[in-house]
């Protein structure tokens, strides 16, 4: 059984361009959390989706991020304009309905030059 | 507010010592969680343990929950040099959410010198 699968692994953009990070969940997950991590910090919490459903977007910027978990395919984190501050990694974590552990994925390091 | 909160921030041991780390938070829990995150890698999830238990052991790892207190505390005995990394608590509760959210601490760096 595969783990939680995250692409790219390393991602660099100009600032202005978009960022899209993918997360494939361990399967038979159906829940989805996005986390983000500055260095030498804990985690942020930035959104929590279901199946095409976002259940909690709190963690989540107003403006230029986005989060989409559909029916088909992986979890997609989306950042538009991206601005030297939205360098981070990023970790997807997935569970089962029936278990309160969350699986993370090795994260996204991404790098806005 | 921070609701889980690590300490001490940075531990540095000798191999075979035994490492010990805490962690409090402010307001009630559902459950806490340890894990573990290598450097430049994911978390990996070490251990749960939930409001209505106290102690709970896996392998060299025992962590122990005080809810009177709000605090708990991972041990990791007999330390090993690839048991350097950060930890990190995590808290859940649905206090103001329908479902349990979890928050993570800042985590403290552990490093076991050989």
């Known amino acids: 059984n595969a783990g939680v699968m995250q692409n790219p692994r390393h991602l660099v953009r100009r600032r202005g361009q978009e960022a899209r990070l993918r997360c494939s969940p361990m399967k038979g997950h159906s829940h989805v959390y996005w986390y983000r991590q500055l260095p030498e910090e804990g985690l942020k919490f930035m959104v929590y989706?279901?199946?095409?459903?976002?259940?909690?977007e709190s963690g989540m910027p107003k403006e230029r991020f986005s989060a989409e978990f559909p029916k088909e395919g992986p979890s997609i984190l989306r950042i538009q304009q991206v601005v030297r501050g939205d360098s981070a990694a990023y970790f997807c974590a997935s569970r089962s309905g029936q278990q309160e552990t969350q699986y993370f994925g090795p994260g996204t390091r991404l790098l806005v030059l | 507010s921070q609701q889980g909160e690590e300490d001490p921030q940075a531990l540095s041991i000798q191999e075979g010592e035994n490492a010990t780390m805490n962690c409090s938070y402010k307001?009630?829990?559902?459950?806490l969680q340890w894990y573990r995150q290598n450097s430049g890698r994911g978390l990996v999830h070490l251990i749960l343990?939930?409001?209505?238990?106290r102690e709970k052991h896996s392998g060299r790892l025992r962590v122990t929950l005080d809810t009177s207190k709000k605090s708990s505390s991972l041990l990791i005995t007999a330390s090993r040099a690839a048991d350097t990394a950060s930890y990190f608590c995590?808290?859940?509760?649905?206090?103001?959410?329908?479902?349990?959210?979890?928050?993570f601490g800042p985590g403290t760096s552990l490093s076991v010198i050989p």
């Open positions: 995590a808290t859940a509760n649905s206090m103001k959410t329908s479902y349990d959210k979890v928050i």
């Open positions: 307001t009630s829990i559902n459950n």
């Open positions: 343990i939930r409001s209505n238990e």
């Open positions: 989706l279901q199946k095409e459903n976002i259940i909690d």
